[in-house]
Nanobody, 120 residues
Framework: QVQLVESGGGLVQAGGSLRLSCAAS????????MGWYRQAPGKQRELVAG???????NYADSVKGRFTISRDNAKNTVYLQMNSLKPEDTAVYYC??????????????WGQGTQVTVSS
């Protein structure tokens, strides 16, 4: 079994910062791409940022220059540093990881989600 546990969400004023963390644990052989999605009320889930095992990153246009994704491969953890937050960043943030488990099966695993609320 594999678990992704997120932390770091909360309430912040516009212009503030938050750092999300997501740690993967369990019967992990290797982790490929990790990333963050978000879903605001009444909207579809959207990709926020992704990072490969080699450190290549990609971002949604709406967060470029404000958010930074990083990972610690030794800790099986991905981070999302969010600066200059805007009310429209309010959403539930989910981490996702492309994981190969010890029996060499591969699949996408999701975290439980963490609420980020940005007040104006």
């Amino acid at each position: 079994q594999v678990q992704l546990v997120e932390s770091g969400g909360g309430l912040v004023q516009a212009g503030g910062s938050l750092r999300l963390s997501c740690a993967a644990s369990g019967s992990i052989f290797s982790i490929n791409t990790m990333g963050w999605y978000r879903q605001a009320p009444g909207k579809q889930r959207e990709l926020v940022a992704g990072i490969t095992s080699g450190g290549s990153t990609n971002y949604a246009d709406s967060v470029k220059g404000r958010f930074t994704i990083s990972r610690d491969n030794a800790k099986n953890t991905v981070y999302l540093q969010m600066n200059s937050l805007k009310p429209e960043d309010t959403a539930v943030y989910y981490c996702i990881a492309d994981i190969v488990v010890v029996n060499l099966r591969r699949g996408d695993y999701w975290g439980q989600g963490t609420q980020v609320t940005v007040s104006s």
